[in-house]
């Protein structure tokens, strides 16, 4: 058994921004982090964006920023969660650049160069080119390496919180009590499973993008935070609003994950087009292809469907090569290897899936409905995104987050002591997997159910019929894990149908469109606004 006074399940932006606050502030407290590959692989890393904060007071304000939050959210957003984080935003940007993070400035000034992106009414996204996530990740790592108390546990991969469950108790839902110990892991080397116990726990695990077969999340996000919390028993929320980018780069047979064309490269004047060159965006929002991110995506996957094409286009033809390359040198780059030319050719798009909206329910301060336990970043449903995130606020809400999270902890961490009797994992009666095709298998039923049922267009039909497909899929997966010695695979699997099964359920119940959830049984919103809760 390891113990520890911080267990932070997570390296991106969420789980280290939160190590370094709490370590830094007091080096006594040894902190420790599991990831599950290498430190760096997270969705944080591939963010290209970048992230939004009200920076130039005299054009912008944090009103407007509000406003646009809101606006994207559908009615859904907590307002007091979105006053706290567009006024907390840029201090913990301001933060970020001490710790060694570059953003592009303007050619010959010292200003920052602001870009733009769908729902935003001011130019405000911080970047650095199109690798903001990238070297927000690195200066992250690079702050944690100097800071002795943290422990960072590369290939170890969580499989469950411990709770008052692992003492032989009942825990169910509804009770106010329940506590979080710690969590088992697999060591992945050893292939051992290991305890350990923890003060507090903070759950940091990222998105969930693997659910669906086309996304831009790494293959590491397959939702294992959320589906480990709600084993747990915490509270879920707004699972049902899972955010489809609008402009994925279209490669049959090509990527997972998919690689993404930045809205940024929209906020830089591309536009979006059919084949033949029609711009279409005008019939859906008079911001056209700067539109928030539901209804672009909405509108390419209807002009998809009308005109029986795989994909729709951005035209970047008319735009200046030698800046579009200087802000975009990845996008450039992916683009030729696959043989279009932005300068010269359409690049065509199509939606993928990119960001869960919804999450572990947590307060003001990043507490969950479990005791002592805490959730940061994409697997946190803060009341910041509503019905539908706007662009580059994800991770700026992770490190104002991880700020409030830390103050917390900070505060109560010494009335808490690390709780004994909590037993080892028990492996018995389970054997090797004897054919890995019955994990991988349904691995692909999963992503296929849910793409085809449970996508950007829903109706009843299709939720019941990924429901009842999911059952299937539940019930053969319970088998196997019941007799089969644990491995990452089935973990993964195990976890996904779980967050599968999250966002069906939820979006089932929601009797209405809004936002991101978008049913042909109810095309329009209901009068009142409320969250689903699991
Ligand atoms: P992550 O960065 O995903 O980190 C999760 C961590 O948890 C990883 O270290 C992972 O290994 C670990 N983990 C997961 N499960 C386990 C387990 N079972 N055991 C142990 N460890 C585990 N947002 C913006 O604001 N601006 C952008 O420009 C932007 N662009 C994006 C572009 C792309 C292609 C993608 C995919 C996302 C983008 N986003 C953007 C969203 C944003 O990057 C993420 O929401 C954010 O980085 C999530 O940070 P996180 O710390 O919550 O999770
Ligand atoms: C993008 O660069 O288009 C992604 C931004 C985001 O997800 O916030």
């Known amino acids: 058994m390891i113990q520890t006074d911080i267990l932070i399940i997570g390296s991106g932006i969420g789980g280290l921004t939160t190590a370094i606050k709490i370590a830094e502030a007091r080096p006594d407290l040894k902190v420790t982090v599991l990831t599950k590959t ?24 944090f009103a407007k920023h509000k406003e646009d939050t809101l606006d994207a959210g559908d009615d859904l957003c907590d307002e007091k969660i979105v006053d ?28 920052y160069d602001l870009g733009r992106e769908g729902g935003h009414s001011e130019n405000r996204i911080l970047h650095y080119k199109d690798l903001t996530g990238w070297e927000m990740q690195r200066a ?33 839902r509804m009770m106010r009590d329940v506590e979080c110990y710690g969590a088992y892991a697999l060591n992945k080397q050893t292939h051992e499973i290991e305890t350990f116990l923890a003060r507090s726990t903070v759950v940091a695990t990222g998105g969930v993008g693997q659910v ?75 911001r056209k292809s700067l539109a928030p991110r539901d209804i672009v995506a909405r509108a390419i996957d209807n002009e998809m469907k009308i005109r029986g094409e795989e994909c729709m286009f951005l035209d970047c033809r008319h735009l200046e090569e030698e800046a ?52 940061v970043g994409e697997c946190s449903s803060t009341g910041l995104h509503g019905a539908n995130r706007l662009a580059s606020n994800s991770l700026l809400e992770a490190m104002v987050f991880a700020q409030r999270i830390a103050g917390d902890v900070l505060q109560k961490v010494d009335q808490w ?45 299709r939720l019941k019929r990924a429901l009842d497909r999911l059952e299937l899929l539940f019930h ?9 010695t644990l491995s990452p695979q089935l973990c993964e699997l195990r976890n996904l149908i779980t967050i599968a099964y999250l966002i069906t359920r939820s979006a089932n119940m929601r009797k209405e469109s809004r936002g991101l959830h ?15 809760v699991l």
């Open 38 to 61: 290498i430190e760096g692989e997270s969705n944080t890393r591939y963010a290209q964006g970048g992230v939004a904060a009200v920076w130039d007071a005299n054009v912008d304000s």
């Open 84 to 111: 706290i984080v567009v006024q907390e935003g840029p201090d913990r940007v301001r933060e970020i650049i001490e710790w060694g993070a570059r953003f592009d400035k303007k050619k010959n000034d010292s200003n």
């Open 140 to 172: 992250l790592s690079s702050k944690a390496d100097q800071l002795p108390n943290i422990i960072i546990h590369e290939h170890y991969f969580a499989i469950d919180l411990i709770t008052q469950h692992h003492l032989g108790y009942a825990v169910t």
């Open 212 to 286: 669906y077969r086309a996304t831009t999340n790494p293959v590491i996000a397959t939702g294992d935070g959320i589906a480990m919390a709600y084993r747990a028993k915490a509270w879920t929320e707004n699972m049902e609003f899972v955010q489809f980018h609008p402009t994925a780069l279209y490669n049959p047979g090509g990527d997972n994950p998919v690689f993404l064309v930045s809205e940024a490269v929209r906020g830089f004047g591309a536009i979006l087009k059919s084949r033949e060159g029609e711009e279409f965006m005008e019939k859906y929002d008079p």
């Open 324 to 375: 579009f390359i200087g802000h975009f040198p990845t996008i450039y780059e992916k683009c030729k290897s696959i043989g279009i030319d932005p300068m010269k050719d359409l690049i065509p798009v199509t939606p993928a899936c990119h960001y869960m909206c919804g999450g572990i329910k947590t307060d003001a301060e990043g507490r969950t409905s479990i005791n002592r336990m805490y959730a």
């Open 417 to 461: 002591q690390i709780q004994t009797g909590i037993p080892n994992w028990n492996a018995s009666g389970t054997t090797d997997p004897k054919e890995m095709v019955l994990i991988t298998q349904s691995i692909k039923e999963l992503k296929e159910t849910m793409s085809s049922y449970v996508g950007i267009v829903r109706s009843n039909v």
């Open 476 to 484: 053969e997966t319970e088998d196997l894990y019941n007799t089969t």
């Open 518 to 532: 978008y049913t042909t049984d109810y095309a329009d919103k209901l009068p009142f606004v409320h969250s689903i």
